[in-house]
């Protein structure tokens, strides 16, 4: 439902703004632009704003929080590289472009995601009547941040609406999981610590280089739909595992190189 709903919202605002646009249409004299693609071109000082949507650039995968006997060996991979989960429809976070120039824009793109879940002790059971045993609720805390700057150059086209960009982004990306469990069950429902105490924990901090190129298309003179892809990207990861107070971490690293592994679609509005 979801996706009709957004589906149908980009294509009432075309109709809308195209019809408010016929009304601005008209030919181009040597007092009113200098040429056709001056009417919806970004100039100097500009700033643009875009919704983006299709696969999220949170990267988590491999981030485990190791248990209280076993630190896991699995390695943190960059997860955004899968042929899986993509939608236009899904909404992955926002991007700013500030022209600097006429034809070149510096960029910041990104987004967030937090999530936090307070820890409930657990209830011992009352053996052979119907009172039961309540599990305990684990303290936890997840963040997933993912932020980019860059950079991009644009082209004017036959077309004075379309205007083709190529530049390159700077992506920054770190996740974290943490859980705390003060107390647990046995076997018989007894109240027991927990093999190990303290805050178990699993981090990643990532960046790399991608280059980009897209196209923006202005339905309006404000307002504009583009798609971009990431024709080469590297990421590198770093990750570390902390299974309790004083013990020692687990470090593992990744490096990972796509070919056109990346597209996004976004709508956006120039100020």
């Known amino acids: 439902m979801k996706k009709y709903l957004i589906l149908c919202f980009i294509f009432v605002l075309t109709l809308s703004v195209n019809a408010q646009d016929k009304d601005s249409d008209h030919v181009c004299t040597v007092n009113c632009c200098d ?20 696969r999220g650039a949170y990267l988590n995968g491999g981030l485990v929080v190791p248990s209280t006997l076993v630190v896991d060996g699995t390695a943190a991979y960059d997860n955004t590289v899968n042929n899986n ?21 510096l960029t910041l793109a990104g987004g967030a995601i937090l999530r936090n879940t307070p820890g409930v002790l657990p209830v011992p059971g009352v ?7 309540y599990a ?3 303290a936890s805390e997840d963040v997933t941040v993912n932020a980019t ?15 083709p960009y190529l530049g390159f982004a700077l992506p920054f990306d770190y996740a974290r999981q943490s859980y705390y469990t003060e107390m647990t069950l046995d076997n018989n429902n007894n109240l027991v610590s927990p093999a190990l105490l303290g805050t178990r924990q699993a981090d990643i901090t990532a960046f790399g280089v ?30 570390v595992k902390t299974p309790g107070s004083g013990l020692l971490n687990l470090q593992s690293e990744n490096n990972t190189v796509s070919f056109f592994a990346q597209f996004s679609f976004k709508l956006g509005f120039k100020f």
Request: charged content about 20%; glycine content about 10%.
């Open 136 to 138: 305990g609720v684990d």
């Open 35 to 54: 040429d056709a693609a001056s009417k919806f071109a970004p100039q100097k000082g500009d700033f643009t704003a875009a919704m983006v949507f299709g």
């Open 210 to 239: 991608q280059a980009v190129a897209g196209v923006d298309y202005y339905v309006a003179k404000d307002v504009f739909f583009g798609f971009d892809i990431k024709p080469v990207s590297y990421t590198y990861i770093a990750s």
């Open 127 to 133: 053996t052979n009547t119907n009172v039961p045993a």
């Open 85 to 105: 989960s993509n939608s236009i429809t899904n909404m992955i976070g926002a991007e700013g472009r500030y022209y600097v120039g006429k034809k070149f824009a």
């Open 149 to 163: 700057i860059g950079a991009q150059w644009m082209f004017t086209t036959k077309n004075d609406r379309l205007f």
